[in-house]
């Protein structure tokens, strides 16, 4: 796991869609797929649901949410 599939992983939990959330990184919708699918299988969780409105965090997306805010937080701090 790295900083920066932490940073995709909150961007969508912001935009909620990985269009938008794709556009704010400055990248394509499929690099963000893949770095998020990447993600859960590391984990060997399911973090979002993908739903035609958007994606939207599971139990364990909820979960390791603040987590990721505070990893990416100390490290935008060194």
């Given amino acids: 796991m790295d900083?920066?599939?932490?940073?995709h992983f909150l961007r969508i939990c912001e935009e909620n869609n990985?269009?938008?959330?794709?556009?704010?990184?400055?990248?394509?919708?499929q690099g963000l797929s893949k770095s998020i699918i990447?993600?859960?299988h590391e984990l060997k969780v399911p973090l979002f649901y993908r739903t035609p409105e958007g994606m939207l965090l599971t139990k364990y997306g909820e979960a390791i949410k603040d987590h990721a805010e505070s990893i990416v937080a100390a490290?935008?701090?060194?």
Avoid at 3 to 7: D, E, H, Q, R
Avoid at 18 to 29: D, E, V, W, Y
């Fill in 3 to 7: 900083i920066v599939k932490l940073v």
């Fill in 38 to 40: 990447s993600l859960e």
């Fill in 18 to 29: 990985i269009s938008k959330a794709a556009q704010g990184l400055f990248i394509t919708q």
């Fill in 75 to 78: 490290e935008a701090g060194m």
